[in-house]
């Protein structure tokens, strides 16, 4: 249920071992672009979204 033309990508996903919690990694260009992907399964799941970087991408901000 990912919207065309979005940029929102899947990439991968972990469940806790008692199957209650399923973490997603998501690569999308922004925020918005997984808003309507969420809406789509509002009415089933609960979403937290937390923006992450990779390692090399926050040290090198960090040391601009």
């Known amino acids: 249920m990912m919207p065309e033309g979005s940029g929102a990508a899947y990439v991968a ?7 209650r919690v399923c973490y997603q990694l998501m690569e999308a260009p922004s925020r918005g672009s ?3 992907w969420i809406a789509n399964w509002s009415d089933l799941v609960e979403f937290e979204v937390i923006e992450v970087e990779t390692s090399a991408e926050f040290w090198r901000k960090r040391a601009e």
């Open 34 to 36: 997984l808003d309507e």
């Open 13 to 19: 996903s972990w469940l806790s071992t008692d199957g």
